[in-house]
């Protein structure tokens, strides 16, 4: 039910936000406080039906066909007001997370304005293939292809890193080639969807382009919208086993889905490395947004001789790391997204220590003050002494979490590495040339790194194989998911 309190969240639907029904409402809760945060209006069935079909209007009403210019003067206008009201998408995004002011300004905010400037670039320079074919009988003809937009796009995306990685990297490009989308954000960030919500109508896009359904996933507005048979396509951010149930939910139709999945991403430092320097990466790889990014590193295989400095380094870098007031700029590292989150991610220290792990850092949960003890706080921890065949190894924990390995070989730490079915990121910490491209390119992942985590040119493809998904985003990947070719074939 809607209290006074707090404020509610509603729908956005054929361009315009849905009344509240107070039987369908949930409460939003502060991860760093456990306080009521927000009242969030759930769609029922029949409201996501109603999206979907402003979606499909919006398309038939001319969407579809509106110049590349105009849609993407229209992402810029969009980026534009991003900017004019950063601090209240700050806000809001602190809000829902937890995480640091700081990371929301210099990374999710900031990087949400630069996906709708990066993909109006893309959208707008792209040309069309096109060939002439030459057959043995003397016949020519000219081939080419025109990309038509997808249709109705359902959009469903995660709590970690909800604006930046996830809604606007999907959302510019979708609405740049001509989509419309429904958006089902996760119930733990239903904030920044809705504002942009606003800044989308401001920015002069038309109703029903872009519609925004709340809610939980089976059972509530995320299977209702997956399942939905006017939906042309999924684009997918979340964990591998909710992607296997969309994946089943889109095979009626033959849907093309587009999958960003989980990880168990290592990071391989060898020998020759400037310690300091690894140190410091591996730090960031670890712990950015508490853990919770599906690029971070959660298993380390470190040259045996370089093994204690790389622990004692690390440890210590990880007990420098400020926990508290999310407002406050000097704080590094927030709460996890929830209560239950922690739990699960507890139950891996509990795994950890039945097999024998040694803690060197962190382990338990932190206590800061009768302001923030509601929260879903938890310590930056590492581990030793865990081998591959343990789960906390094997199984993606999503937190500052994460295991130290030594090895002796190239050989073996590429095999370390490889010996997973997730297949996301890695990254290769070395000072030799030739090693770095060496091992790199054996990662068997989407993303390898060489000195350095989480780089992103926004027109590479980003993605990964086995549990880590389907398909590639970024770029000429975003492209070629959200458009459907027609080959066209003149004889001359
Ligand atoms: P999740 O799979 O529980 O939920 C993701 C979204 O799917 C949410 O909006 C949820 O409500 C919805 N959902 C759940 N069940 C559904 C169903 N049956 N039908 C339709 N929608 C459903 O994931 P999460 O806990 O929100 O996010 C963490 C996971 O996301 C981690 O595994 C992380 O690695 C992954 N992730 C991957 C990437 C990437 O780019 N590869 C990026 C960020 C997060």
Request: with cysteine; proline share 6%; hydrophobic share 45%.
């Amino acid at each position: 039910m809607p209290t006074e309190t707090v404020p509610v969240i509603r729908n956005f639907v054929g361009g315009t936000f849905a009344e509240p029904d107070p039987e369908h409402c949930f409460t939003k809760t502060n991860p760093a406080t456990g306080t009521p945060l927000a009242t969030v209006h759930e769609a029922d069935r029949a409201l996501v039906d109603r999206a979907v079909r402003s979606a499909r209007g919006a398309l038939e009403d001319g969407w579809a066909d509106t110049p590349v210019r105009e849609r993407t003067a229209l992402l810029r206008r969009a980026a534009d007001l991003i900017e004019e009201r950063f601090e209240d998408f700050v806000a809001a995004e602190v809000g829902d997370t937890g995480k640091p002011v700081t990371q929301a300004r210099e990374l999710d905010v900031a990087r949400a304005v630069a996906n709708f400037r990066a993909f109006a670039d893309i959208v707008a320079a792209a040309g069309q293939d096109s060939y002439l074919t030459d057959l043995p009988d003397g016949r020519r003809a000219l081939n080419y292809a025109v990309r038509k937009p997808l249709g109705v796009v359902a959009v469903i995306v995660p709590w970690n890193l909800p604006l930046l990685l996830l809604l606007t990297w999907k959302v510019a490009p979708a609405l740049a080639c001509g989509n419309a989308v429904v958006v089902k954000p996760s119930e733990e960030t239903p904030s920044t969807a809705t504002l942009l919500a606003e800044v989308l109508a401001d920015a002069g896009l038309p109703a029903g382009a872009y519609n925004v359904v709340h809610g939980f996933g089976a059972g509530s507005a995320g299977e209702f919208l997956v399942t939905h048979p006017d939906v042309d396509g999924i684009t997918f951010t979340g964990s591998s086993a909710t992607g296997t149930e969309v994946m089943r939910a889109a095979a009626p139709g033959v849907r093309p889905v587009s999958f960003e999945l989980g990880g168990k991403n290592a990071a391989i430092v060898f020998d020759d490395v400037d310690v300091e320097e690894a140190l410091d990466g591996l730090s960031r790889s670890v712990f950015t947004n508490t853990g919770q990014v599906c690029l971070c590193t959660e298993r380390l295989y470190v040259h045996r001789s370089v093994f204690a400095d790389i622990v004692d380094g690390l440890a210590e870098r990880a007990a420098r790391l400020r926990l508290g007031d999310p407002l406050s700029t000097r704080t590094t590292t927030g709460p996890l997204i929830s209560h239950e989150h922690r739990r699960k991610v507890l139950g891996y220290f509990d795994l950890a220590e039945a097999a024998g792990a040694k803690v060197v850092a962190g382990g338990g949960t932190p206590h800061l003050g009768p302001e923030l003890d509601g929260g879903a706080w938890l310590e930056p921890t590492l581990w030793t002494g865990l081998t591959n065949a343990d789960r906390p190894v094997r199984e993606e924990i999503f937190g500052p979490v994460a295991a130290l390995i030594p090895f002796d070989t190239e050989e073996e730490a590429v095999a370390l590495a490889n010996d997973t079915s997730y297949g996301l990121a890695a990254a290769v910490w070395t000072n030799d040339l030739r090693r770095g491209h060496r091992v790199a390119q054996r990662m068997d992942v989407g993303m390898a790194w060489v000195n350095t985590w989480f780089l992103r040119d926004l027109r590479s493809p980003f993605g990964g194989a086995g549990l880590s998904g389907i398909g590639r985003e970024g770029g000429a990947s975003s492209l070629h998911f959200y458009t459907e070719p027609t080959n066209v074939c003149v004889q001359l």
